[in-house]
């Protein structure tokens, strides 16, 4: 069983409509971060967040909010999709800022 | 900010060496990381420098050298396996919680 699991694996959704990506972790890390991934530049953080009371922007957040339920889940959502949000999405976690990230399996996210 | 620079692409033959170059600027320099992503699937995690010097893993070598903004993964022994994307990720002291920045990543092909 991954580690880090994110739910849908795949989605195709409507322009205007709102989605939930979801994000769970067995690792009992406190942090946790959505990255969103497009051909040739690279992971961009979206949101982070350092434990419960915790949420952060990343470098692209305009668009998107999260939510931290509890330590082990972290969901982003897409408030009014766009055809520019079409892109792979990962959920990562880390023990601190000084070690690896462990990144779960991804979310292809399609908007038409 | 940031600047973190690697080749788009990368072709190498079956039981050669190949060696992955990324520079970058930043004012907050605090770890350099490689990550391997295979097309579609998470990146995992290959190596962390620090320091000054190579990290040596198996067929898998990092090295950095913190005063050029430079590090190069050293990969021996190609096997097909290895055809995947990597990723260099730069942490930056001056950024809330040593957020990583990712680099848009080297695909390398494998021939036979």
């Known amino acids: 069983d991954a580690d880090v699991t994110q739910t849908p694996r795949n989605r195709i959704t409507k322009t205007g409509k709102r989605i939930m990506l979801e994000c769970s972790q067995t690792?009992?890390?406190?942090?946790m971060y959505w990255y969103r991934q497009d051909p040739g530049l690279g992971l961009r953080l979206i949101y982070y967040?350092?434990?419960?009371?915790?949420?952060n922007k990343g470098e692209i957040s305009d668009g998107y909010s999260v939510s931290r339920q509890a330590q082990a889940k972290f969901s982003l959502s897409l408030e009014s999709a766009i055809p520019n949000q079409t892109a792979l999405y990962f959920c990562?976690?880390?023990?601190?800022?000084?070690?690896?990230?462990?990144f779960g399996q991804g979310t292809r996210l399609t908007v038409v | 900010g940031q600047n973190i620079d690697q080749p788009t692409e990368m072709t190498a033959t079956e039981g050669a060496i190949v060696q992955i170059n990324c520079t970058y600027q930043?004012?907050?320099?605090?770890?350099l990381f490689w990550y391997q992503q295979h097309a579609g699937e998470a990146p995992t995690f290959l190596s962390y420098?620090?320091?000054?010097g190579l990290e040596e893993k198996g067929r898998f070598s990092s090295f950095l050298s913190r005063s050029k903004g430079y590090s190069y993964l050293l990969l021996k022994e190609l096997q097909m396996k290895d055809s995947a994307s990597y990723l260099c990720?730069?942490?930056?002291?001056?950024?809330?919680?040593?957020?990583?920045?990712f680099g848009g990543g080297t695909r390398l092909m494998v021939k036979p």
């Open positions: 990562a976690t880390s023990v601190t800022g000084n070690t690896e990230a462990f």
């Open positions: 690792k009992g890390h406190d942090r």
């Open positions: 967040s350092f434990d419960v009371k915790d949420i």
């Open positions: 930043t004012s907050g320099f605090n770890g």
């Open positions: 420098n620090v320091l000054d």
């Open positions: 990720a730069v942490r930056d002291y001056r950024n809330a919680g040593n957020m990583l920045t």
